[in-house]
């Protein structure tokens, strides 16, 4: 499986259950994308991305179907598109028995849009940089050294990046429950396409971390107060009694690769879910600050994960989950999903952290981004990154009313950050 | 670079309005030179919606292709038409359910109410004619003023006050048991089966119990609560 000659990979833990929760009007998409500070040459790109699929064999896969499980093939690259008015669009079917990757662009901007059974954002984000510096090449002659997350193209994949590290690292004798309370839901209109409305609040690292620094907490927990600050704020104007209250929690992934020293280009995150539950009380932002702060202290050890890690892995590996034949699994996952898939929290938040590339390649990038796509249910998303002294949070939604945006950002200024905020939704474009 | 008076933050140059609070933002030259993060493309507007009038015309076009398909099968053998108006009248009637509440929206409910029990009452009223029976003036034409009825006061309850969820619960079993009864009360007067109400009586006193019990229940809310907590978490 991990030899190239074979051309075909198994999904890994993680990734099974996208295929199986895909629907007809949605599927887990996310993206990554660079700006650089001239506009875009789609015929150098063309040539950068044919030499990337030679060393990211896991990228270019489309979604095959077996008796038992879901599988990944190896394609050719496929050409770069231009980019669309809105990000993360669904992969049809269709689109995925072609291909589970796309590569936009959009005057100065290279964007990725993976299915998220193929790799997880740290993965992505590797495979973004090694393709930008290999475009730089192509098109300035830059001279970019293979560092800080950039990958030598002319190398063979390693065994170890396309390894699933969930199997690999299965430890331990103790499986984590997956009991919980349902999280609170944020409703809204939902666009009557597959519209996605991207909104990102731009502001100063430094000042965000300053506030961090002062609450003694880092820059994600800080952000994930803010949420749930501005999502506790939403459910109180909308919900009436204390008592019909319900957990407003947040769903935080955790790159795992730094606790298992793992190389793998795939999948390789879990999620903790830190978050508050008001029908105990009424909280202060210094309190869910404390709360938050704790709670993932306490969740984010190896030994936790290592529980974790052997639930998913034993649930794969039970003897009649694996004789099941594709559709009952299918049918049975999607059921999962729907039950505690999503309702267990209220959105995501995803903080890849400050993106480091290497110091030739800085004069030609201006600007990283990171869009997660909306999920099946819920509404709201947020993914967030920093890049040369600012961070960029991108909240997206599926609905019309922009209920978490109107409350965080104007949150964040109130806390003395100055946020700058640029969008793809435009009110003119909605029928009056 | 404006900001929104409204929200405090920085909006970025072009800007017409705050994305946020929707705050309209007066700055011409710089809306002119503005560049969109995305592209704005004709094809995927985010409120693209499919008309109401077409998705009703291709329903009427479907409905009137199993009609057409019977005429046919009917007419073919003896070259006359006979069982296919049953079929014709069942698709007219399904046609007068559907058609209106898609073409229309909700915004005409009462017509519909009385355009589907109209239609109930025609359709019971052929068939009675074409099977040669008397039956609809005995004892149908009653049953269905009677459902109407039933279904208006439920209706009316619901839009004009506002009841609860379990009161409107009780009141809907209690109507159902009074229709149980109002039944057999016109079938015994129509075909002479009996002179008092019997098998009636079980659904009546039952339901209006249960009609009863819920009341009760949704005058204490300690033990609404409580009763919701545990059976429905």
Not at chain 2, 160 to 185: H, Q, W
Request: glycine fraction near 6%.
């Amino acid at each position: 499986m991990a030899e190239a000659k074979k051309r075909w990979l198994k999904l890994d833990n993680a990734a099974k259950i996208y295929p199986a929760a895909k629907r007809r009007r949605w599927s887990s998409v996310f993206r990554v994308s660079v700006t650089l500070s001239e506009e875009i040459s789609p015929l150098t790109l063309k040539k950068a991305i044919r030499r990337a699929a030679k060393r990211f064999p896991s990228f270019f896969v489309r979604l095959r179907r077996g008796m038992f499980w879901y599988y990944f093939e190896e394609v050719p690259a496929p050409a770069p598109e231009k980019d669309d008015a809105f990000p993360c669009r669904r992969m049809t079917r269709a689109e995925l028995s072609r291909c589970a990757i796309r590569i936009l662009y959009y005057r100065d901007r290279i964007a990725v849009e993976l299915f998220h059974a193929v790799t997880d954002g740290n993965g992505a984000m590797i495979f973004l940089k090694s393709l930008v510096a290999e475009y730089l090449r192509l098109q300035y002659g830059a001279e970019i050294p293979s560092e800080a997350g950039v990958l030598n193209l002319n190398d063979e994949p390693k065994p170890e990046e396309l390894e699933d590290s969930f199997l690999k690292n299965e430890d331990g004798c103790v499986s984590a429950g997956r009991g919980a309370d349902n999280a609170f839901y944020l409703r809204g209109t939902r666009f009557r396409t597959d519209f996605l409305s991207l909104t990102t609040g731009m502001m100063p690292v430094d000042i965000v971390t300053e506030k961090a620094k002062q609450g003694n907490v880092s820059v994600t927990v800080y952000l994930a107060a803010c949420l749930i600050c501005a999502i506790e704020h939403i459910q109180k104007k909308t919900v009436g009694k204390r008592k019909h209250y319900k957990p407003v929690k947040l769903l935080i992934p955790v790159d795992l690769r730094k606790f298992y020293e793992s190389e793998t280009l795939r999948n390789f995150v879990l999620y903790i879910t830190p978050g508050i539950d008001p029908k105990s009380g009424e909280y202060t932002f210094e309190e869910t600050l404390k709360a938050v702060h704790h709670q993932m202290g306490g969740e984010l050890t190896r030994q936790n994960f290592n529980a974790k890690i052997r639930a998913n892995v034993r649930s794969e590996k039970a003897f009649i989950l694996k004789i099941m034949p594709l559709f009952i699994k299918n049918w049975a996952m999607r059921l999962v999903y729907n039950l505690v898939g999503e309702k267990k929290s209220c959105l995501t938040l995803s903080n890849l952290g400050p993106i480091q590339i290497p110091e030739e390649m800085k004069k030609y990038v201006r600007r990283f981004d990171f869009v997660l796509g909306a999920q099946a249910k819920n509404n709201f998303n947020c993914a967030v990154l920093s890049y040369q002294g600012k961070l960029y949070c991108n909240v997206t939604r599926s609905v019309k009313e922009p209920l978490l945006e109107r409350e965080l950002f104007p949150l964040l200024v109130e806390k003395g950050i100055p946020v700058e905020i640029e969008s793809n939704f435009y009110q003119e474009d909605l029928p009056h | 670079m404006s900001y929104c008076v409204k929200c405090g933050v920085k909006l970025s140059p072009g800007s017409k309005s705050c994305p946020l609070c929707g705050t309209a933002v007066i700055s011409p030259e710089e809306q002119e030179t503005a560049v969109p993060t995305f592209p704005r493309n004709p094809k995927s507007p985010p409120g693209q919606r499919i008309r109401r009038s077409t998705v009703a015309l291709l329903l009427e076009l479907l409905l009137i292709l199993p009609p057409a398909v019977c005429l046919i099968c009917d007419f073919v053998p003896d070259r006359s038409l006979g069982w296919s108006y049953i079929v014709l009248a069942s698709i007219l009637l399904a046609g007068v359910f559907i058609l209106p509440p898609v073409w229309k929206g909700k915004k005409f409910l009462p017509f519909y109410f009385f355009l589907d029990f109209s239609a109930v009452g025609g359709f019971l009223a052929f068939l009675c004619a074409f099977t040669g029976g008397n039956w609809f003036w005995e004892s149908s034409l009653q049953v269905l003023l009677l459902a109407a009825a039933e279904v208006y006061i439920a209706w009316v309850v619901r839009i004009k006050t506002k009841i609860s969820a379990l009161r409107f619960a009780a009141l809907i079993l209690t109507e159902i048991g009074f229709f149980c009864l109002g039944l057999e009360i016109l079938l015994n007067r129509a075909y002479h089966f009996h002179s008092m109400p019997v098998w009636s009586l079980y659904p009546l006193v039952a339901l209006s119990a249960i009609g009863v019990i819920l009341t009760v229940i949704d005058r204490d809310p300690a033990l609404k609560e409580k009763l919701a907590r545990k059976f429905f978490t």
